[in-house]
């Protein structure tokens, strides 16, 4: 089973911008739909993004999706202290009704 | 606002079988087009979809676990389960529970489990 590749980590400083990668190939991404999810420790994951670049009601709007081809990214504007989280594409499968692949992961750091 | 929690042992012997419910509260589990859905995180390692089940019991499971995984829906407790057959180490893993509305996505989580497969 494939995976999607995501940088392990990346880190900015309050209020800068951070990018997010998530790359795929066409039999995923580059057919199916993009969500992105935040992961805290021994909190329960959230949706950030859905449908490639939709923010669910409540996501702040410094968070936003796109999709081109076979890649993915999420942006993450105005860094706050606590976007200090981990963060994983998924590309879904409408035949599975679940994700077929996530990503492998992106550490963000708040310096 | 809705809520999902995993429960189930923490620890399992290898070969034998994982049995996790993942209760599902503020809200009915009995929804058309809506999917209940189990995902795993082994540590180190990114996330894995295990399978979706549908309220009237309409399944789909990744194929490669297909041969291992059995998941069922109670309505009346609102609850919804997962079984891994003859575990190994390999399925140690922080277990989630999730919900898959109307969109192709995942809406509400609960906070994990996790299981350790050891003798």
């Known amino acids: 089973q494939s995976v999607l590749t995501q940088p392990p980590s990346a880190s900015g400083t309050p209020g800068q911008r951070v990018t997010i990668s998530c790359s795929g190939s066409s039999s995923d991404i580059g057919s199916n739909t993009v969500n992105w999810y935040q992961l805290l420790p021994g909190t329960a994951p959230k949706l950030l993004i859905h449908r490639n670049n939709q923010r669910p009601s409540g996501v702040p709007d410094r968070f936003s999706g796109s999709k081109s081809g076979t890649s993915a990214s999420l942006a993450i504007s105005g860094l706050q202290s606590e976007d200090e989280a981990d963060y994983y594409c998924a590309a879904w499968d409408d035949s599975l009704n679940g994700p077929r692949v996530f990503g492998t992961g992106t550490k963000v750091t708040v310096l | 606002q809705l809520q999902l929690q995993e429960s189930g042992p923490g620890l399992v012997k290898p070969s034998e079988t994982l049995s996790l419910t993942c209760s599902v509260s503020?809200?009915?589990?009995?929804?058309?087009?809506?999917?209940w859905v189990w995902i795993r995180q082994p540590p180190g390692k990114e996330l894995e979809w295990i399978g979706s089940i549908s309220y009237s019991g309409t399944t789909y499971y990744n194929p490669s676990l297909k041969s291992r995984v059995t998941m069922s829906v109670d309505t009346s407790k609102n609850q919804f389960s997962l079984k891994l057959d003859s575990v190994t180490d390999a399925d140690t893993a922080v277990y989630y529970c999730?919900?898959?509305?109307?969109?192709?996505?995942?809406?509400?989580w609960g906070q994990g489990t996790l299981v350790t497969v050891s003798s």
């Open positions: 503020g809200g009915s589990i009995a929804i058309n087009n809506y999917f």
């Open positions: 999730a919900r898959k509305p109307s969109n192709p996505c995942l809406d509400y």
